[in-house]
C-alpha cells in the first residue's frame, strides 16, 4: 500500500514541504503584513499600504545611488569620471560570458562580434536608453549622474520628461504640448462587444475624469500641462503610491470592507507575492 505522502500530487507535495518557494513566500508575506499594519488591528488600510510604498520607493532610490556608485567605478576603470557606450558594451558582454579582451580588440578594429539574437536585442534597449540618459549638451560619454539615470531610468528626471513626451505626443490631438480632459481620455480602452464591456469602458472613463480633474491638473484650469504631467508620474507622488494601494486592495478585497485581512493576502499569495508589497525593485523597473 502507498503510503500519503507517495501519493501527494507533487503540488501538494510542494506546499506540504517546509522550505517549498510557495511556504517561503507565504512566511515573508506574514512578516510583511506585521510590519504594513502600524495601528494593529489585523487589516491592512490604503494609507497604511500608501506609506509602505512610498518607504519602499525612498528605500530603493537610496539603494539605486549607492549601487550606481560601483558599477559606475566598475565601467570607468580610468577614473575619468565619464564613460562610453563601447566601454559599457565591453563589460555588459563579459558579464554574458564573453571574452572582454576579444570583444574589446574586435571593437577596435570594427570587427563583426558574432552575438546571438537575445543578447543583440538587449544591447539595442540599452542602447536606446543610453542616448536617452545623455543628459544635453549630448556627447555619447555619460558622468555618474547620468549613468544613474542608464541604470534606474524610474528615478531619473530626464527619463521622466522623455515619458511625458511620449505620452503628450500620443494624446495631444491639436499640438498645443497639453492635454484638455478630451484628450486625455481618448484612450483605445478596447473594443465594446457587449454591456459589460460598455461598463467597464464607463467606469474607465468616469475614473480617469475625477483622475484628470482632481488630481493631475493641479491649478484645476482644465488643461493639463507637461509639468503638471511630470509632477503626476513622479515615483515620489503620495495620490500615485494611494492609487497603487487601493487597486492592490481591490484584487484580494473579497468582504469588500476596502482593507486587507491577512487570509485574503494568503489566498491571493501569488498575486501579491509578485507585487509591490513584497518585490518593489522589479515591479518598478517592469513599468519603467
Not at 562580434?113 to 537575445?118: G, T
Not at 542616448?131 to 549638451?137: F, G, K, R, V, W
Not at 457587449?194 to 483622475?211: G, M, P, S, T
Amino acid at each position: 500500500m502507498r503510503s500519503l505522502a507517495a501519493s501527494r500530487t507533487g503540488k501538494e507535495m510542494e506546499e506540504f514541504d517546509e522550505d517549498s518557494e510557495p511556504r517561503r513566500n507565504r512566511r515573508k508575506l506574514m512578516a510583511i503584513f506585521s510590519k504594513v499594519d502600524i495601528n494593529r488591528d489585523k487589516k491592512i488600510s490604503a494609507k497604511e499600504m500608501q506609506r509602505w510604498i512610498m518607504e519602499k520607493t525612498e528605500e530603493h532610490f537610496q539603494e539605486a545611488v549607492e549601487e550606481n556608485k560601483m558599477h559606475f567605478r566598475a565601467v570607468d576603470p580610468d577614473g575619468d569620471g565619464h564613460v562610453s557606450w563601447d566601454e559599457y558594451k565591453i563589460k555588459f558582454l563579459a558579464s554574458k560570458g564573453f571574452n572582454e579582451k576579444e570583444i574589446a580588440e574586435k571593437m577596435k578594429n570594427n570587427e563583426e562580434l558574432k552575438i546571438d539574437e537575445e543578447t543583440q536585442e538587449v544591447l539595442d534597449n540599452l542602447k536606446d536608453r543610453w542616448y536617452q540618459a545623455d543628459n544635453p549638451p549630448a556627447d555619447l560619454l555619460l558622468n555618474e549622474e547620468e549613468f544613474l539615470s542608464f541604470l534606474h531610468p524610474e528615478h531619473s528626471r530626464g527619463m521622466l520628461k522623455f515619458m511625458v513626451k511620449e505620452i503628450i505626443r500620443d494624446l495631444d490631438q491639436d499640438g498645443d504640448k497639453k492635454l484638455t480632459l478630451s484628450e486625455f481620455i481618448s484612450l483605445p480602452v478596447g473594443t465594446v462587444e457587449n454591456q459589460q464591456a460598455q461598463d467597464i469602458d464607463d467606469d474607465w472613463v468616469k475614473d480617469r475624469k475625477k483622475e484628470f480633474e482632481e488630481v493631475i491638473d493641479a491649478n484645476h484650469d482644465g488643461i493639463v500641462t507637461m509639468e503638471e504631467l511630470e509632477e503626476y508620474m513622479d515615483p515620489m507622488n503620495e495620490y500615485n503610491a494611494l492609487n497603487e494601494a487601493k487597486q492592490m486592495i481591490a484584487v484580494a478585497d473579497e468582504n469588500q470592507n476596502h482593507h486587507l485581512e491577512l487570509e485574503e493576502i494568503l489566498k491571493y499569495s501569488e498575486y501579491f507575492t509578485g507585487s509591490k508589497l513584497m518585490d518593489y525593485a522589479r515591479n518598478v523597473h517592469e513599468e519603467f
